[in-house]
């Protein structure tokens, strides 16, 4: 506003303010003097109502009753009539248990009626209110139920209107916009009555635009019949006409005035004025010439001092901005060469923060499950929604300002309305979102974003700009570097400790495996059995199938293990033919079961390799395994899978296409019975008649001697039911070539589970 609108705005002021506030006091206080007396008067009318339909409630309620007493059906139909008779209910209806109609009374209002319980509705007008009451025999038991109705029509609404001194509604009972079943309206205000109804909730009054007030009232406990309640206003009619005349006119008569004493008063700043107005379309090279030495001539001089000090200004701060580019970019070559991705979108999220002024952000990565899953936060706290917390927000893609930007590739930025947060997301004022994609995608429409960066209201309650837009998206581009470099170099990960012909952990893994079980088996006081596998006579499939055909037989192994073992259970190849399975809580009987089931597996369906001239080959294979126990055999990991090697070369010296189990160390007395002697594990025990390994508790020490940690698992053994020589086995378990669940784990950290097999 100019200085002249300023001066005509003071003296409007100085003149119409007491005019002003004088014709809003009289106003105000009689329009809340009226709506006050209104809504005083609809309180008694809904007062009024609920007794008078309260009162007819149990007026039903007895005349079913009465019907309900009679003991047989033909004394319960004489006690209807009666009952409709002498005018206590309209009709009566006796249902039986399955709802079924037995008796009623002719003439009555048509189905479905609205209950006086206000249970259920009856999905249209309400044609009659009825009391329920139930049906039994002298037993107690339920026979069905007594209905007595009264029929609501235009004179039951009348009488209400009669009873209450106000025009009342019945509004029809059906979902959908309110309508109008029966009224005392007139013609002329119902439109107005039922928009104003509409629009409330509760028991709150409204006033219509031609001065009625209006109140809604039920369906609730009590009364259950929607009803509308009205009431004409007693304001004088043509008071605010003379209030707004003469408000009018004094502004006329001041208007003039001011506007005169403004234009000889501001004549000399319309020239800075201009100048003004140059400055604020962006042109910094507008001057004032000072013409006087009053209060505008020194005015003058100092606006050309400020707007020289303004364009120095906006040099530094356009180095400035150079600058922090170079250092994002900077920013953005450091973050990319760090594998830590929740410190790196920290990090991006702390710098866009304080690069925009931003009071709260945060970052959300896309899921197998379009679902945007929040990975970090800040300054959400107290704005999430209840029983979230801020690093556990999850958006649906599509849904909301952030699923929407991460379904569109589109940024956004804007001012949320008062009460209209989007479900799930934090509440805020103002934000500005960006989505991400991997380095090479297309963030707009043609790539699926993995990611969206998001910021909350920015400090001094401004909306954010185009600036601010174009600093996240830089940010948005550091994080998708950073989401795609941690892929990679997890892959890479990966791709380094698995074998890539089998899908298996490679020996690499299986030192840093057997040394982390060792370590967790020793300080639990558990188990470890190590399966040592080699398939039998496997030079002379490659011989003479070729080398194609024997990768094709130990990728078709491979699974054939995968297939036999638990989730907690790790699968090896050590080299060439030769694999190892570590089998965490498992003792020796358990593992000659696993062994059991793997040779049975190998042995009983050949393998088919396609490929060759003539058709698909079969060849048979076979597999010897060597089984070993920590602690039984050895006592570091190193030593038991000697142990589990040394039996495989036993299995193979006994013919090969079996299992044979390591032999049981000497065992050490403990060193003393202070407290630093360790646990005792068990001694072996003797074999069975048949030389095999047996289910249940091995014979040796009594369950008194014996630690409970060692107690063999109900699906495994302890190696104490195996000879004290390392005896062989070989029994299939389970049909031919059926492949039991399970499978080997295949992440660097494979899931544990307490459970012994």
Known sequence: MTLRGRLTAAFLTVVLGPVLLGAVFVGTTLSTVDRSRSTERLGLAASAVRTSIDALCQQLRAAADAVALRPDPATRAGAAGQVVSRGLAAAVLVTDVAGGTTYATPGGPATPWRDCAGAARTGGPVRALSARVDLRDPAGTPLGTVAAAEVVDPAFVARLAAATGVAVTLLD????????????????????????????????VTATPDGRYVRRLGPAPGQPLPLVLSVAGERPSGLPAALVGAVLLAAVLAVLTAWRLARVTTRPLVELAGAVDRVARGDLTARVPVRSRDEIGRLAAAFNRMIRETAGYVTALTSSRDQLRGHLGVLGDTLASTHDLQRILRVILHSAIAATGARAGAVLLRDDTATLVGQCAEGLAGRCPAGTEPEELRVPVGAGVVGAVAATGEPQRGRVPPGATPPGEPWCETYVAVPFTAPGGDAGGREPAVGVLVLYDRLG??????????????????????????????????????DPLTGLWNYRYLRESLRREVERASRFGRMLSILVLDLDR???????????????VLAEFARRVRGEIREVDLAFRQGGEEFVVLLPETDARGAATVAERLGAAVRDTPVVVPGHPG?????????????????????TGVEVLDAADEALYAAKGAGRDGYRVATARPRPAPPGD?????????????????????????????????????????ERSSADDLPADGSTGRHAVGAPGVTQPGGASCGPHPPRQSRGR
Not at 464 to 489: M, P, S
Request: negative net charge; aromatic residues 4%.
């Open 615 to 635: 058709g698909p080959t079969t060849i048979a294979v076979s597999v010897s395994i060597g089984i070993a126990v920590y602690p039984d055999h050895a006592s």
């Open 538 to 552: 496997f030079k002379t499939v490659n011989d003479s199938y070729g080398h194609a055909a024997g990768d094709a």
């Open 461 to 498: 309650g401004d909306e954010f700009d185009d600036d601010d837009l174009a600093t996240l998206r830089t940010f948005a581009g550091h994080a998708a570097v950073a989401v795609e470099n941690v892929r990679v170099h997890e892959e890479a990960q990966r791709l380094s400790l698995t």
């Open 173 to 204: 009972d059906a979902d959908g916009p309110d309508r109008i079943t029966h009224t005392t309206e007139t013609r002329r205000v119902r439109g107005a009555v039922l928009a104003a109804a509409g629009s409330l909730d509760g028991d709150r």
């Open 674 to 714: 202070g407290p630093a002697a360790g646990t005792a594990v068990p001694a072996g025990a003797t074999s069975p008649d048949d030389g095999l390994p047996r289910a249940g508790p091995p014979p040796g020490p009594s369950p008194v001697d014996r630690p409970p940690t060692h107690r063999p698992p109900p």
